[in-house]
Each structure stands twice: as C-alpha cells, then as structure tokens.
C-alpha cells in the first residue's frame, strides 16, 4: 500500500477498535446483567439479537448510501452512533432500556463495518485486497481484546463505567474521522441517486443474490456467523454456569481470545491468502473450526478453556476477512452493497445464532457448542460442493451489473 493508504487504513484500523471495543465490553458484563434483572439464557439470547436484527435492517441501506454520497458521513455517523448508544447503555437501570441501546447501536454503528470495507475495496488492488480485509479483522479483534479486558476489570468498580468510556473514545474516533480521513469514492465513481429508492434489506434482493456471483460466500457468511455468535454471545453466561467464572475471569479469557484472533487475522490472512488462495483458506478454516468447537466441550479447568478456545479462535479467525475478501473479488455490482450485503448475511446468522443459543442454552448449557460444531461443518459441505476456485471476478472487468 502507498503511504497514503497506510495512513488511511490506520484511521479505519482505530475506528473498528473503537466500535468493536463496545461490543466486546458488554460480553462478560451482560450475563450479570441480565441475571441482576432475573433473567437466563433466553433474554441474554434476544438482547444479543436485538444488535444484528437492526445491523440486518440498515446495514444495507448504509452500504447503498456510501455508493451515492461517499463513505465518510457514514463512517462519522456510524462512531458516534455508536458513542451514543454505549452512553445509553451505562445509564440503563432496566431491562428495557437494555434493549433500547442495544438497538440503537445495531442501527447507527451498522454504518461502519460495511462502509470501511467498501474503503479498502476503494483503496487497495485484487492482490492486496485480502490484506486490507485482514487489517479490519485485526482491529476487530483487538477491540474484542481491549473491550472484555476492560469491561471485566471494571466490572468490580460499577458495571456502567466501561461503557462511558467506550462512549468517550466513540467521539474522539469521529473527530479523527472527520478531520484526518480523506473521502475514498470519487463523485464520478458513485452510483446514481436521483430516481432511486434505498436499498434495504429486501427479502426479494437477498434472494437474488443467492444466485450471484457472490451467493455461495454470502451463505457461508450467514453460516459462520450463526455458528460464531452460539460461542460467543453465551460464552459468559456458559462459564458462570458450568465454572463459576465471574466478569474478571471471562474478560481474562475473551482477552485471549481477542489477542489470537488480531494476531491470525492481522499476520496470517494475506500471506494464506497470497499462496492459497481465499477458497482454500475458507475450506481449511471451516473444517478446522468445526471440530476444534466440539473439542471445547472436554475443557474442565481454565487453562484447558483457555487451550481449545485458542483453537478454535485459531480456526475461525480466519474466516470473516477471507470471506470478505472473495466477495469483494467476485461482485458485480458496487463494493459498498456488495459489503452490505455481505455484513447483512453475517446479521441473519448473528440474529439466528443468539437466539438459537439462548433457547437450547435453557434445556442444555452444552447444546449451543455442539449445534454451533454441526452448523460450520455444514458449511465445510457447502464450500467443498459450491465453492469454486475460478478466477474471481472483478468490479473493473464485469462492470456494475445489478445483483438479478
């Protein structure tokens, strides 16, 4: 990358920290949340919906909005957005204003994640593509080190301070945004606007791209995400049940996880993807996964946990950027809506995942582990059968052709 694009993935590097710095905040605090309001598995389970139900709702439209008017508003809408709503959140006293904040920060931080995606796409080439994707999944993983860390460390002090923090650097992450960030879409590259409704997340467009260019990575995007959120959003609620872990000790372990996951993510996937290509590092990683997730069940102690974890987190950190990347290579319409889409398939599995978990979680603490297990080996089946290893095929050379 020039240093030009260094710098700019820089900003964006600090501001998927940022955002994902307040999701994982609330990962070891929500159990004790929840259990504070009488609550189990099923409530943990929606509250952890209700974030991808309204990233599955507007991420799309704020893909589609960056294609016709750039990505910086909506990558300074999506941080503060987000500050807005971790601010929410520490002033919670109810059950409800819990899912209020939580769904403000689905709808307004679903801006960043699609939008800095299409950034990449703009800035770098083919080659260097699965880097610039990689780069986004180390700074989310490092903001999933950063925020259970913090939020189980200071959960002793009050369960509310993580989040004014989180809310403080939400601000600050807007301001260098909007004074240090260059717009990446030019006026004459941006889609149309006049005459044209939105683009949401209609069921009859989502369909359509099922049978696009990109449909297979788009399932196994909703596959791995479905499989991802049975380990994560019941990870802390599964530990205080089976181990007696409080905030401190599952901060402690998420903490690892998020340093395995930045450290794959950010040194791995484009030297992988350099000399295996995207296909046979999704293949690899989804197989990988699902067994190392079986495996977390035989944990007994937490230097075990903290083992088959890592293996797991291995496995599975490889998967979103690589997916990303491929569906970037082998769209045919905008990179913002392809991102989009993408992000909106990754939803449905983050709005199923939870909800799932929380349900089996309440007949059986070990159920979301072994469906999560099934689910990414389903997804193994589908890349070996559906995913092919042609040439992708690039916004440049098969134009902008809506997804039909």
């Given at each position: 990358?020039?240093?030009?694009?260094?710098?700019?993935?820089?900003?964006?590097?600090?501001?998927?920290?940022?955002?994902?710095?307040?999701?994982?905040?609330?990962?070891?605090?929500?159990?004790?949340?929840?259990?504070?309001?009488?609550?189990?598995?099923?409530?943990?389970?929606?509250?952890?919906?209700?974030?991808?139900?309204?990233?599955?709702?507007?991420?799309?439209?704020?893909?589609?909005l960056?294609?016709?008017?750039?990505?910086?508003?909506?990558?300074?809408l999506?941080?503060l957005?987000?500050?807005?709503?971790?601010?929410?959140?520490?002033?919670?006293?109810?059950?409800?204003?819990?899912?209020?904040?939580?769904?403000?920060?689905?709808?307004?931080?679903?801006?960043?994640?699609?939008?800095?995606?299409?950034?990449?796409?703009?800035?770098?080439?083919?080659e260097?593509?699965?880097?610039?994707?990689?780069?986004?999944?180390?700074?989310?993983?490092?903001?999933?080190?950063?925020?259970?860390?913090?939020g189980?460390?200071?959960?002793?002090?009050?369960?509310?301070?993580?989040?004014?923090?989180?809310?403080?650097v939400?601000?600050?992450?807007?301001?260098?945004?909007?004074?240090?960030?260059?717009?990446?879409?030019?006026?004459?590259?941006?889609?149309?606007?006049?005459g044209?409704?939105?683009?949401g997340?209609?069921?009859?467009?989502?369909?359509?791209?099922?049978?696009?260019?990109?449909?297979?990575?788009?399932?196994?995007?909703?596959?791995?995400s479905?499989?991802?959120?049975?380990?994560?959003?019941?990870?802390?609620?599964?530990?205080?049940?089976?181990?007696?872990?409080?905030?401190q000790?599952?901060?402690?372990?998420?903490?690892?996880?998020?340093?395995?996951?930045?450290?794959?993510?950010?040194?791995?996937?484009?030297?992988?993807?350099?000399?295996?290509?995207?296909?046979?590092?999704?293949?690899?990683?989804?197989?990988?996964?699902?067994?190392?997730?079986?495996?977390?069940?035989?944990?007994?102690?937490?230097?075990?946990?903290?083992?088959?974890?890592?293996?797991?987190?291995?496995?599975?950190?490889?998967?979103?950027?690589?997916?990303?990347?491929?569906?970037?290579?082998?769209?045919?319409?905008?990179?913002?809506?392809?991102?989009?889409?993408?992000?909106?398939?990754?939803?449905?599995?983050r709005?199923?995942?939870?909800?799932?978990?929380?349900?089996?979680?309440?007949?059986?603490?070990?159920?979301?582990?072994?469906?999560?297990?099934?689910?990414?080996?389903?997804?193994?089946?589908?890349?070996m059968?559906?995913?092919?290893?042609?040439?992708p095929?690039?916004?440049?050379?098969?134009?902008?052709?809506?997804?039909?």
């Open positions: 990358m020039q240093t030009s694009n260094r710098k700019n993935t820089g900003i964006l590097f600090f501001t998927m920290i940022v955002v994902m710095l307040g999701f994982g905040i609330v990962i070891p605090i929500f159990p004790f949340y929840v259990e504070s309001f009488q609550a189990g598995g099923t409530e943990l389970g929606f509250l952890m919906a209700t974030y991808a139900i309204m990233q599955f709702l507007f991420s799309p439209v704020w893909g589609d960056s294609d016709r008017y750039g990505r910086k508003p909506f990558l300074i999506g941080t957005g987000n500050g807005l709503a971790m601010l929410l959140f520490g002033l919670s006293t109810e059950l409800w204003m819990l899912f209020a904040a939580r769904a403000l920060a689905g709808t307004l931080s679903a801006a960043t994640l699609p939008t800095a995606m299409a950034y990449i796409s703009d800035i770098t080439s083919q260097e593509r699965g880097k610039g994707m990689g780069m986004i999944g180390a700074a989310m993983g490092v903001g999933m080190v950063i925020g259970p860390g913090l189980g460390s200071m959960a002793g002090i009050s369960l509310a301070s993580p989040f004014f923090l989180s809310a403080g939400s601000a600050m992450a807007a301001l260098l945004i909007f004074f240090a960030l260059p717009e990446s879409l030019s006026k004459e590259n941006r889609t149309e606007s006049e044209k409704k939105i683009r997340p209609q069921l009859k467009v989502m369909w359509g791209a099922l049978f696009s260019p990109i449909g297979v990575l788009l399932i196994l995007a909703f596959l791995l479905f499989g991802l959120t049975n380990f994560e959003s019941i990870f802390g609620l599964y530990s205080l049940e089976r181990f007696d872990y409080g905030p000790e599952v901060g402690l372990l998420l903490t690892g996880i998020g340093i395995t996951s930045a450290l794959v993510q950010g040194l791995l996937t484009g030297p992988l993807t350099k000399r295996w290509g995207d296909v046979v590092v999704i293949r690899t990683a989804l197989l990988s996964s699902a067994i190392s997730f079986g495996i977390m069940l035989l944990a007994f102690n937490f230097i075990t946990v903290l083992v088959t974890v890592t293996l797991f987190i291995l496995s599975t950190a490889l998967l979103r950027p690589s997916v990303s990347s491929l569906t970037s290579k082998r769209t045919t319409d905008g990179q913002g809506m392809a991102m989009g889409l993408n992000n909106s398939f990754m939803s449905l599995g709005i199923v995942g939870p909800i799932w978990a929380g349900l089996v979680f309440d007949i059986n603490i070990m159920l979301p582990y072994l469906s999560g297990a099934i689910i990414l080996l389903v997804g193994f089946a589908i890349s059968v559906w995913l092919k290893k042609d040439e095929v690039s916004q440049k050379s098969a134009g902008t052709a809506p997804i039909h």
